[in-house]
């Protein structure tokens, strides 16, 4: 996965917009690869499921607490990408009251599919989700890549969570040349 580009997909975003009336003053963005990674030096992590249970209580909370030690690492954004809609990712969001990661809706997950992240957990009634996996993207080449072990499509319960941690992330920023 090292110094491979990222696939050029387009996300499915909602962003607020004052001149939208009512109740949900939010318009649909498409966002490019381009437009989220470009010139820039980001940390992504993926995760099954918003309001899932490590999701929800570890692993997203704990990137949000560990951006502003990033940043100083030279990270420009941390993006949590899910198989997940912009709808669900954003009350997810709101209800962790997260602040800093910034939450990319993969709905169709034709990302992580494109990524070799897809997998099948349908025998939990979630259907196709993203495998945990973590990573340094720095102007659309993956310049590091982290994957929680035992990837696999065959029914089983496994969810690790040993690698794609932010103490890991950070240990890796802190001993990397920046670009």
Known sequence: MINR????????????????????????????????FGGKRVVVFSLPGAFTPTCSNKQCPSYDLAYAEMKKHG??????ISVNDAFVMFQWGKSM??????????????????IGMLIDKAHLGFGYRSWRYSMVV??????????????????TDQDPYEVTDPDTMLAYLKSAKRP
């Open 138 to 155: 720095n102007d659309g080449v993956i310049e590091k890549w982290f994957e929680e072990p035992g990837i696999n499509d065959t029914g």
């Open 97 to 114: 009251n997260v602040k800093n990661v910034k939450l990319i809706p993969d709905g169709n997950g034709t990302f992580t599919r494109r």
């Open 75 to 80: 990270i420009d954004e941390v993006y949590c």
């Open 5 to 36: 580009r990222l696939p050029d997909v387009t996300f499915k975003t909602r962003v607020h917009d004052p001149a939208v009336e009512g109740p949900n003053p939010y318009r649909w963005q498409d966002r490019t690869t381009g437009d989220l």
